[in-house]
């Protein structure tokens, strides 16, 4: 990458005025990189007291957005400082997301404590007109040195890629959702997503892996094209939607992450990389039923059998290449039969 300076110019804005630009989208808070919104309402409160009591908070990062050649009208986006920002609009247009324990809300303040939040001052660092490459970079250095993002977001802003791509659509059909083993705090950290792309990762591996080792290999491997997008998709929601209609019992063990992360791979393996037909759902939901038992009875007697170790593995080592392994070989001769 050509050198060139991108440490920006910093300058003071009011609340006031970011405000107004948030309130006419000439301000874009979260473009396709940046972190979705992880605060909840106590970490909200607390920044908002930080304003409330005039104490500074650290700068947030622009860079030049698209301009709309119609309506004569630039944008900027946000590179550092989402959450912020966004805490901020939703203080002043009383959004009913945020819940408030501790401050008033903002139409409750008197007008001098109006004045005083609307004309605080914000050191923005408006780094200029960028190239995706350096947006990138520079979201990467700073988050990777302040904020520790997790694995997933870093590779969400570092790569918009078929890969990565086909797992979003993956999640869009809100099919992973309505299985319910992700808590809504994972998901805001996109626990969902990298769920899904360790998940096809497996699958075109053939095989299982240790944590989310060889995720980024191949979302940079098919960044650029990936022929087997259409045909991982439509098996994907073809199996979701069928380990949806099984109707297990709300309780089951196999919605437990660790299982259905199993479940979802080793249907899969039989579906995608052996182009073989769904089974009845009402067999292998009898199966499914009678192993969860044979592991919990297993588990209750204290029998070291492979059942047990299965069990284990549920709640221990659970993104282990060995527990995967165990738990994947388990149930693949339950269910061979079927397929």
Same mark, same amino acid.
């Given at each position: 990458?050509?050198?060139?300076?991108?440490?920006?110019?910093?300058?003071?804005?009011?609340?006031?005025?970011?405000?107004?630009?948030?309130?006419?989208n000439k301000l874009i808070l979260q473009p $396709?990189?940046?972190?979705? &919104? *992880?605060?909840? %309402?106590?970490? @909200?409160?607390?920044? #908002?007291?930080? !304003?409330?009591?005039?104490?500074?908070?650290?700068?947030?990062?622009?860079?030049?957005?698209?301009?709309?050649?119609?309506?004569?009208?630039?944008?900027?986006?946000?590179?550092?400082?989402?959450?912020?920002?966004?805490?901020?609009?939703?203080?002043? $247009?009383?959004?009913?997301? &945020? *819940?408030?324990? %501790?401050?008033? @809300?903002?139409?409750? #303040?008197?007008? !001098?404590?109006?004045?005083?939040?609307?004309?605080?001052?914000?050191?923005v660092r408006d780094l200029g007109k960028l190239?995706?490459?350096?947006?990138?970079?520079?979201?990467?250095?700073?988050?990777?040195?302040?904020?520790?993002?997790?694995?997933?977001?870093?590779?969400?802003?570092?790569?918009?890629?078929?890969?990565?791509?086909?797992?979003?659509?993956?999640?869009?059909?809100?099919?992973?959702?309505?299985?319910?083993?992700?808590?809504?705090?994972?998901?805001?950290?996109?626990?969902?997503?990298?769920?899904?792309?360790?998940?096809?990762?497996?699958?075109?591996?053939?095989?299982?892996?240790?944590?989310?080792?060889?995720?980024?290999?191949?979302?940079?491997?098919?960044?650029?094209?990936?022929?087997?997008?259409?045909?991982?998709?439509?098996?994907?929601?073809?199996?979701?939607?069928?380990?949806?209609?099984?109707?297990?019992?709300?309780?089951?063990?196999?919605?437990?992450?660790?299982?259905?992360?199993?479940?979802?791979?080793?249907?899969?393996?039989?579906?995608?990389?052996?182009?073989?037909?769904?089974?009845?759902?009402?067999?292998?939901?009898?199966?499914?039923?009678?192993?969860?038992?044979?592991?919990?009875?297993?588990?209750?007697?204290?029998?070291?059998?492979?059942?047990?170790?299965?069990?284990?593995?549920?709640?221990?080592?659970?993104?282990?290449?060995?527990?995967?392994?165990?738990?994947?070989?388990?149930?693949?001769?339950?269910?061979?039969?079927?397929?």
């Amino acid at each position: 990458m050509q050198q060139s300076n991108t440490t920006g110019i910093a300058t003071n804005k009011k609340i006031v005025e970011l405000y107004q630009d948030m309130n006419e989208n000439k301000l874009i808070l979260q473009p $396709s990189f940046q972190r979705k &919104l *992880v605060w909840n %309402n106590k970490h @909200k409160e607390n920044f #908002l007291q930080t !304003i409330l009591g005039q104490y500074p908070f650290p700068e947030v990062y622009f860079a030049d957005g698209n301009i709309d050649t119609e309506n004569i009208q630039s944008t900027k986006q946000v590179i550092d400082g989402q959450q912020r920002l966004s805490t901020i609009y939703q203080y002043i $247009s009383d959004n009913d997301d &945020l *819940v408030l324990k %501790n401050i008033k @809300k903002f139409k409750n #303040l008197s007008q !001098i404590e109006k004045e005083l939040f609307l004309n605080y001052t914000v050191v923005v660092r408006d780094l200029g007109k960028l190239s995706d490459i350096q947006i990138k970079e520079i979201f990467s250095r700073i988050n990777s040195v302040n904020y520790a993002l997790n694995a997933m977001e870093i590779n969400n802003a570092l790569y918009e890629g078929e890969f990565i791509t086909t797992g979003k659509e993956i999640i869009k059909t809100k099919l992973l959702e309505k299985l319910d083993v992700l808590s809504d705090s994972e998901i805001s950290r996109m626990k969902d997503l990298e769920f899904i792309i360790i998940l096809m990762t497996t699958i075109e591996i053939g095989g299982y892996f240790n944590s989310n080792r060889e995720i980024e290999s191949y979302i940079k491997k098919f960044e650029d094209e990936y022929p087997n997008k259409d045909k991982i998709k439509k098996c994907f929601i073809s199996v979701l939607t069928f380990i949806n209609n099984l109707n297990l019992p709300i309780d089951s063990l196999w919605y437990r992450k660790s299982s259905i992360f199993t479940l979802i791979s080793e249907i899969m393996f039989q579906i995608y990389r052996h182009d073989k037909c769904l089974p009845d759902t009402n067999i292998i939901c009898d199966i499914l039923i009678t192993l969860e038992k044979k592991i919990l009875q297993s588990k209750s007697n204290g029998t070291m059998d492979k059942y047990y170790e299965f069990y284990n593995y549920i709640y221990q080592g659970t993104s282990s290449r060995k527990g995967r392994n165990v738990r994947g070989e388990i149930l693949r001769e339950e269910i061979k039969q079927l397929f």
